[in-house]
């Protein structure tokens, strides 16, 4: 449910469609969007028009590259029409983004998480949304991202970091904000901004894996993100890759969490080198030729391999994503991760394509902007709630 100011409440189903289009990917000449709508150049003209009246959509210009004659003026959306907040929660703070309508960072603040009672946590948010939101321009919609189960993008039904089970935080921070609030889990969150506005959003099919103090994975096929009731059980983290391999903390031998891990690299280097070491220490050591540490990373980026194997041979997506806190396991050992999805894959199979994306928070809270974009763009949005 839209707020009846939204310049989407107004819309129909056809003249949305044009726009989602645009916003995708965009700038479109005309004649290019109605050949990908089906559309005859007076029924675009018929839809574009309000909508251009309304905002959404605009001329821009574009130097005519064969020279001479008029400059191409092809549409595209105004991507300040509206503004978004998008934060992601941890057990110990808050990251939140402003961005415009695709999803572009415009600022960004953090507060720290200090109590984790539901009510403390939606206090902190408020004013992380406060210090982000400009009451003379207010943000059409808050989301928010978490790692947990998250059902119906508002009730958080287990947030382990948080010690949470069914918590209604949409509806609080909606309450608290009074902007209409959506939570997602957080690796859905980020497949979406994915899938909209990043290295998704040119193809019908790919999946997301996600290494740091868990593994994750997620997958988008024909254009729709795949979940089920497990989502955000993080169940991808006991898939098995080697039976003598050490045990995860829940006896899973030799599965992905036990070997691929921060906590699980930073364990097995701190017993081979007798001292503590961070995660990025083993990593500086394997680069330096630390025989150890090379050897621990080696094996670690072997597993990873395999895993993205598993994933490509299963799924056949067009692109794999790679990101994460412990991503720099497989840019320092790429030619490794390679080698490991070389072993797992049929010699004829299409070489898969990996893009790594660089971890950073705001990120994923550019994720949680995303599902707020694609709610209010798709309509979706709950009923705003006030105090």
Same mark, same amino acid.
């Given at each position: 449910?839209?707020?009846a ?11 949305r ?5 645009v916003?995708?990917?965009g700038?479109l000449?005309?004649s ?36 001479g004659? %008029?400059?191409l003026? #092809?549409l595209?959306v105004?991507p300040? =029409?509206?503004?978004? &907040? !998008?934060?992601?929660l941890t +057990?110990f703070r808050a ?10 960072i ?20 408020a004013?992380l949304v406060? %210090?982000?939101?400009? #009451? ?5 919609? =808050?989301?928010?991202? &978490? !790692?947990?189960?998250?059902? +119906? ?24 904000t009074?902007?209409p609030?959506?939570v997602s889990?957080?690796?859905?969150a ?12 040119? =193809? ?7 290494i740091?103090?868990?593994?994750g ?5 024909h254009?729709?993100?795949?979940g ?9 983290g006991h898939?098995p890759?080697d ?10 031998r030799?599965c ?10 930073r364990s097995?280097a701190a ?8 995660y ?5 050591l ?6 150890v540490?090379d050897q ?11 895993l ?7 799924a056949?997506?067009?692109r794999?994503?790679?990101t994460?806190e412990g991503?720099?396991?497989?840019q320092v050992?790429?030619?490794?991760v390679?080698?490991?999805i ?8 299409s ?11 705001t ?8 599902v ?11 009923p705003?709630?006030?105090?």
């Amino acid at each position: 449910m839209l707020d009846a100011a939204s310049p989407w409440a107004p819309l129909l189903p056809s003249a949305r469609r044009v726009t989602l289009e645009v916003l995708l990917h965009g700038p479109l000449a005309r004649s290019e969007l109605a050949d990908r709508l089906g559309l005859s150049t007076a029924s675009l003209t018929r839809l574009t028009k309000p909508l251009m009246d309304a905002g959404l959509l605009r001329e821009v210009e574009t130097p005519n590259l064969r020279g001479g004659g %008029r400059p191409l003026q #092809p549409l595209d959306v105004d991507p300040d =029409v509206q503004r978004f &907040i !998008g934060l992601k929660l941890t +057990g110990f703070r808050a990251y939140g983004v402003l961005t415009n309508l695709r999803a572009d960072i415009l600022d960004s603040a953090t507060v720290e998480i200090t109590d984790h009672a539901p009510e403390a946590v939606v206090a902190q948010v408020a004013e992380l949304v406060a %210090r982000l939101d400009d #009451p003379a321009r207010p943000v059409a919609a =808050v989301g928010i991202g &978490i !790692g947990g189960v998250v059902h +119906g993008f508002t009730r958080v039904r287990r947030a382990v970091f948080l010690h949470w089970k069914d918590v209604d935080l949409g509806a609080e921070v909606s309450r608290a904000t009074g902007r209409p609030t959506v939570v997602s889990n957080d690796l859905d969150a980020l497949l979406e901004a994915e899938h909209w506005f990043g290295d998704g959003r040119d =193809v019908e099919s790919f999946a997301v894996l996600t290494i740091g103090a868990g593994v994750g994975g997620g997958l988008v096929v024909h254009d729709r993100l795949v979940g089920g009731p497990d989502s955000g059980l993080g169940l991808l983290g006991h898939f098995p890759i080697d039976p003598l391999g050490p045990a995860c903390p829940e006896g899973h031998r030799g599965c992905v969490k036990a070997l691929l891990t921060t906590d699980a690299i930073r364990s097995q280097a701190a017993l081979t080198l007798g001292r503590s070491v961070t995660y990025d220490e083993v990593l500086d050591l394997a680069e330096a030729g630390d025989q150890v540490a090379d050897q621990i990373i080696g094996r670690a980026a072997h597993a990873f391999g395999t895993l993205i194997a598993a994933v490509a041979n299963i799924a056949q997506p067009e692109r794999v994503i790679l990101t994460g806190e412990g991503i720099r396991l497989a840019q320092v050992a790429e030619a490794r991760v390679r080698a490991g999805i070389a072993q797992a894959r049929h010699a004829e199979a299409s070489p898969i394509d990996l893009r790594f994306i660089n971890d950073d928070p705001t990120l994923w809270a550019r994720g949680a902007a995303a599902v707020a974009i694609q709610r209010t763009v798709l309509a979706a949005l709950p009923p705003r709630t006030t105090t």
